[in-house]
C-alpha cells in the first residue's frame, strides 16, 4: 500500500481492538517493537477494505524474523576403517574396453603375405599337373574325392619322349612316375579296393596318341575296373572362343 497516505485504521485481532487514523511512521514502530502481528489488520482511514500486515510489502519488511533454529550436532561417530582384504579397483570407463583392432589386422596381413610368396601354384592346384588338350569351355575341374590317371611325357636319356604314368585322388598324388600302363592298372586296382562307386578323370598331355588314351579307356571297361567305375572324363583346358 502506497506510504503517501499519513493515517492508517489498525485492527489488532487478538484484543479485538481498533485505532482510527494511526500515523504511518507510528503503525511502522508498533510493527517494528512486535505489539501488531502479521495476521492484524489495516486499512487506509477513510476506506473500507481490511488488508493484512502480513500481505503489505512496505510493513512486511519490518515484522520481527523467527530465530534461527539451531544447528544439531550430529550425535553418531565416525567409524574407523575396517580392513577387508579386498582390493577394489575403478571401473574401466567406455573407452578402455574397447578391443583395440589395430595389432590383429598388422598380424592377418603378415600372415596373408607370408602364404602368398611360400605357396607353389604349382603344386597347391588340384589334379596332376599335366597339359592337356585345349577345348572351349571344356575345364574339368577334379573333386576332392575324384580319382585321376595321368598320361605324360618326359624326355629319355637320349632325349626321346617316354610316355609316364600317374595317378591320385583329388589334389594329392598316389602314384607318379609308373612306367607302364600294367603298373598303372594294378595300382589302380589296389586302389578302388577301399571304394565304392567312383568318377575317373583320365588327363593325357596333348601329344600323347590318341590311340594310347582309346587303349587305356578300353582297359578301364574291363573287369575290376568296370564295378568300380561310375563315370569317365578325359581332362581338358579352357580355351575362350
Known amino acids: 500500500m502506497s506510504t503517501k497516505r499519513r493515517f492508517l485504521d489498525v485492527w489488532i485481532i487478538e484484543g479485538n481492538t481498533v485505532y482510527k487514523e494511526v500515523p504511518f511512521d507510528v503503525v511502522a514502530d508498533w510493527v517494528q517493537q512486535g505489539r501488531l502481528l502479521e495476521d492484524d489488520m489495516l486499512r487506509p482511514s477513510g476506506t473500507s477494505e481490511w488488508t493484512r500486515i502480513g500481505g503489505m510489502s512496505e510493513l512486511a519488511v519490518y515484522l520481527p524474523k523467527p530465530p534461527a533454529e539451531p544447528e544439531v550436532e550430529s550425535q553418531v561417530e565416525p567409524m574407523e576403517e575396517v580392513e577387508t582384504g579386498f582390493n577394489w579397483k575403478r571401473p574401466y570407463d567406455d573407452e578402455d574396453s574397447e578391443v583395440d583392432m589395430i595389432p590383429l589386422i598388422d598380424v592377418s596381413l603378415v ?131
Open 111 to 241: 600372415l596373408l603375405i607370408f602364404f602368398m610368396l611360400t605357396t607353389n601354384p604349382e603344386t597347391s592346384s588340384a589334379g596332376p599337373q599335366i597339359p592337356t588338350p585345349v577345348a572351349v569351355y571344356g575345364s574339368v575341374v577334379n573333386a576332392p574325392d575324384e580319382v585321376w590317371v595321368g598320361i605324360n611325357l618326359i624326355k629319355s636319356d637320349n632325349g626321346d619322349p617316354v610316355q609316364v604314368y600317374s595317378l591320385g585322388v583329388g589334389s594329392k598324388a598316389e602314384k607318379r612316375n609308373l612306367k607302364t600302363r600294367q603298373e598303372l592298372l594294378e595300382h589302380l586296382a589296389t586302389l578302388l579296393e577301399k571304394k565304392e562307386h567312383v568318377n575317373l578323370t583320365i588327363d593325357a598331355n596333348p601329344d600323347v596318341p590318341s590311340g594310347d588314351v582309346r587303349d587305356l579307356t578300353v582297359a578301364l571297361e574291363q573287369p575290376p575296373f568296370r564295378s568300380k567305375i561310375d563315370h569317365k572324363y578325359t581332362g581338358v583346358s579352357d580355351k575362350q572362343p
